[in-house]
């Protein structure tokens, strides 16, 4: 992922919507640049790709994150969950008062934030 005057491109597999957050394409590959639209009210500011699973970080301190999301149920195969999701909206109810993620990384299997409390 690269970003050029805060527009976010992907190239390469694009089989779990790793690359535009929409479209499953199972063995797919974008052999050029392609442009991912991110729904987000700030300018990107940073960005980061991981297996099958992309993020963005903004300068309003929202992460985005699209691509690679798989549930579960016993037994049944794996199935992606499509678009686009703000990570700050599902980590709320876990956040203190006046707390904001502030940073993220990407592994294989998990992600991790790290959180502070705002400035009064």
Same mark, same amino acid.
């Not at 008062?97 to 990407?106: A, K, L, P, W």
């Given at each position: 992922?690269?970003? =050029? %005057?805060?527009?976010?491109?992907?190239?390469?597999?694009?089989?779990?919507?790793?690359? #535009?957050?929409?479209?499953?394409?199972?063995?797919?590959?974008?052999?050029?640049? /392609? &442009?991912?639209?991110?729904?987000?009210?700030?300018? @990107?500011?940073?960005? !980061?790709? &991981?297996?099958?699973?992309?993020? *963005?970080?903004? #300068?309003?301190?929202?992460? $985005?994150? $699209?691509?690679?999301?798989?549930?579960?149920? !016993?037994?049944? /195969?794996?199935?992606? @969950? %499509?678009?686009?999701?703000?990570?700050?909206?599902?980590? %709320?109810?876990?956040? !203190?008062?006046?707390? /904001? @993620?502030? =940073?993220?990384?990407?592994?294989? *299997?998990? #992600?991790?934030?790290?959180?502070? !409390?705002?400035?009064?």
């Amino acid at each position: 992922m690269v970003v =050029d %005057e805060r527009e976010v491109y992907g190239v390469g597999s694009n089989g779990l919507g790793e690359l #535009d957050g929409e479209s499953i394409h199972y063995r797919s590959s974008e052999p050029f640049p /392609r &442009k991912v639209l991110v729904p987000t009210r700030g300018s @990107i500011v940073r960005v !980061k790709a &991981k297996n099958s699973r992309s993020c *963005a970080f903004t #300068d309003q301190g929202e992460v $985005w994150y $699209w691509g690679g999301l798989t549930l579960q149920e !016993k037994g049944e /195969r794996p199935h992606q @969950i %499509e678009g686009f999701r703000l990570l700050n909206r599902e980590v %709320e109810g876990l956040l !203190k008062t006046g707390e /904001r @993620i502030v =940073d993220f990384e990407m592994g294989y *299997a998990h #992600d991790v934030l790290l959180t502070e !409390k705002s400035p009064q």
